[in-house]
């Protein structure tokens, strides 16, 4: 059965950075984008970013651009969301989630169980 994995959550301090991994299993990852998401205390889910199935072209919401990269290595059944610079407002529970196709076509489905991450001094 599909699993997806999250982890490398914790706290950081504003400016800081973490490195989010999840790991795939019981699907060809190779063949299919991957998304990560996430849900703020008291809203709603946000989609952060996205990555085609070979890696090819990758997308970021704008409140992230700039300050996240979405990797995947189709190797090691792994996907990574390298955050830098992260500010209080990031802080939320994050979660990976795997797409229909191989392109980004915004329909998942299959999701993690999520990652906290937590932004403060």
């Known amino acids: 059965q599909v699993q997806l994995v999250e982890s490398g959550g914790g706290l950081a301090q504003p400016g800081g950075s973490l490195r989010l991994s999840c790991a795939a299993s019981?699907?060809?990852?190779?063949?299919?984008?991957m998304s990560w998401a996430r849900q703020g205390p008291g809203k709603g889910l946000e989609w952060v970013s996205g990555i085609y199935a070979d890696g090819s072209d990758t997308s970021y919401a704008d409140s992230v651009k700039g300050r996240f990269t979405i990797s995947k290595d189709n190797a090691k059944n792994t996907l990574y969301l390298q955050m830098n610079s992260l500010k209080p407002e990031d802080t939320a529970l994050y979660y990976c989630?795997?797409?229909?196709?191989?392109?980004?076509?915004?329909?998942?489905?299959?999701w993690g169980q999520g990652t906290q991450v937590t932004v403060s001094s």
């Open positions: 019981g699907f060809t990852f190779s063949g299919y984008a």
């Open positions: 989630a795997k797409d229909l196709g191989e392109r980004l076509t915004g329909v998942f489905d299959y």
